[in-house]
């Protein structure tokens, strides 16, 4: 006995489909009533992991081995919690692609930088340590959009800061504490779109969510992440296109919050000393030089069209290895130097998550990547029919988001970015394994 409660233990295996709601419920309980002073502690880590997972690198790395250690410590009371994962398609996908993608640095030719990479897709067992305590979600989400707040409010600072400091020209871009813009700017886009979900869904205090929801808005465009911009933008598009399919919203009521957003955007461009307009026209010139075969300009979009075409180049001309890749971490042995320019010799990573996972996995592991991020899609429309339009739309937005925006980042070789999609998958699967009630409270 001792701090264990002496309850039933259900049948945990084989593990049940989710039409049988009464054992996954079951199942889903079990972990809190067996052990409830040691799920208060892990609700505590984990809201703990989410509040820092937005800040900074070290809190995170800290954050995150507290919590899994201890979920493994409770492993005896909680393995009969989190069988119903094993029915999960998007839990089989992810695993499956983390196990391939890992199996590849045996025959990677840089197995070194594979080993480093592979830190990332340790963030893949987040469902397992995170499946006792999903039950309390709604408090994992606001740990997590108080540290994106926290960021908001740093950025406040580094700005009024600018003002006062000997520096005369304000500073590109204001990230806050996460020095990386492209990393900074996706967390405030999800929180973005998670205070518009709160929003939209209904709450008592609409002035503080609408607050909340602009300086999340607003902190995204300050940083000035093209990545990220586009795959707001494309977010946007899907709740819409999901509002205007359900009916919800009127096209007037759209335009207007479009315009609002624009505003916001403008406003936080003006504030950061640049604008995503001279990074929109330094692309296209950047395009245009590089259709020219011009490598010579100091442009960042020429630099990844060079990366991108070498990398498919090189996966191209080796048709042995197009079907199991060269292995994860490969691509920094390719050589991208080119006579007559200043291109550097290697790149670690090519701002490209498709090309790159093509180049070092394979078809087989874009195809189990490919698979995965469909899987989330699938899940999200169906919350949309089943549970409320909204909570649907936001799930999608946010995969949309994270899809678009790794296009141009390598969002799937870092921790932190590539957790936002993984949770974004353990909410998706805990809304499916238990019934409606619990997405709508």
């Given at each position: 006995m001792g701090l264990f409660v002496d309850i039933p233990k259900p049948k945990a295996w084989p593990?049940?489909?989710p039409e049988d709601t009464k054992r996954v419920t079951e199942l889903l309980e079990y972990g809190a009533k067996r052990d409830p002073i040691g799920d208060k502690f892990h609700?505590?880590?984990?809201c703990l992991f989410m509040f820092a997972l937005p800040i900074d690198t070290y809190p995170t790395t800290i954050a995150t081995w507290i919590l899994f250690i201890y979920s493994v410590l409770r492993l005896p009371s909680t393995w009969r919690t989190i069988t119903p994962i094993y029915n999960s398609t998007i839990f089989r996908f992810a695993?499956?692609?983390?196990?391939?993608?890992?199996?590849?640095?045996?025959?990677?030719?840089?197995?070194?930088?594979?080993?480093?990479?592979?830190?990332?897709?340790?963030?893949?067992?987040?469902p397992v340590v995170l499946w006792p305590v999903m039950r309390q979600w709604k408090y994992l989400l606001m740990a997590f959009l108080v540290g994106v707040l926290l960021q908001n409010l740093a950025q406040i600072t580094e700005f009024v800061w600018s003002w006062?400091?000997?520096?005369?020209?304000?500073?590109?871009?204001?990230?806050?504490?996460?020095?990386?813009?492209?990393?900074?700017?996706?967390?405030?886009?999800?929180?973005?779109?998670?205070?518009?979900?709160?929003?939209?869904?209904?709450?008592t205090r609409k002035k503080v969510v609408t607050i909340c929801f602009l300086l999340a808005t607003a902190g995204m465009f300050a940083t000035v992440s093209?990545?990220?911009?586009?795959?707001?933008?494309?977010?946007?598009?899907?709740?819409?296109?999901?509002?205007?399919?359900?009916?919800?919203?009127?096209?007037?009521?759209?335009?207007?919050?479009?315009?609002?957003?624009?505003?916001?955007?403008?406003a936080s461009w003006l504030a950061a000393g640049d604008?995503?307009?001279?990074?929109?026209?330094?692309?296209?010139?950047g395009v245009s030089s590089f259709c020219k075969g011009d490598l010579q300009a100091n442009n960042s979009t020429i630099l990844r069209l060079h990366w991108w075409s070498k990398t498919l180049d090189e996966y191209a001309n080796n048709s042995t290895q197009c079907i199991f890749g060269h292995g994860m971490g490969s691509v920094s042995s390719i050589d991208f130097s080119t006579n007559g320019t200043a291109l550097n010799k290697r790149a670690d990573h090519i701002h490209n998550s498709y090309i790159q996972i093509l180049y070092g996995e394979g078809i087989i592991g874009l195809t189990l990547?490919?698979?995965?991020?469909?899987?989330?899609?699938?899940?999200?429309?169906?919350?949309?029919?089943?549970?409320?339009?909204?909570?649907?739309?936001?799930?999608?937005?946010?995969v949309v988001l994270w899809s678009a925006a790794t296009f141009f980042e390598n969002s799937h070789s870092s921790g932190r970015p590539f957790a936002m999609v993984i949770l974004l998958g353990t909410l998706i699967m805990y809304f499916q394994a238990n019934n409606s009630r619990t997405a709508q409270s």
């Open positions: 593990p049940p489909p609700v505590a880590f984990a695993f499956a692609w983390a196990a391939w993608s890992l199996l590849s640095i045996i025959w990677s030719s840089n197995q070194a930088a594979g080993l480093d990479h592979a830190g990332a897709l340790r963030m893949v067992l987040l006062f400091s000997s520096e005369q020209a304000i500073s590109h871009s204001l990230t806050g504490i996460e020095k990386h813009s492209g990393k900074a700017a996706l967390f405030m886009g999800f929180a973005s779109l998670a205070w518009l979900c709160i929003l939209v869904v209904g709450t093209m990545a990220v911009y586009v795959g707001y933008v494309c977010a946007i598009a899907a709740i819409g296109i999901i509002a205007l399919v359900h009916r919800k919203i009127r096209l007037r009521q759209g335009l207007i919050l479009v315009a609002v957003v624009f505003c916001v955007a403008a604008s995503m307009v001279s990074k929109t026209r330094s692309a296209v010139q990547f490919i698979g995965f991020l469909i899987t989330l899609s699938k899940g999200a429309l169906l919350l949309s029919k089943r549970y409320g339009w909204m909570i649907g739309a936001t799930c999608l937005g946010g």
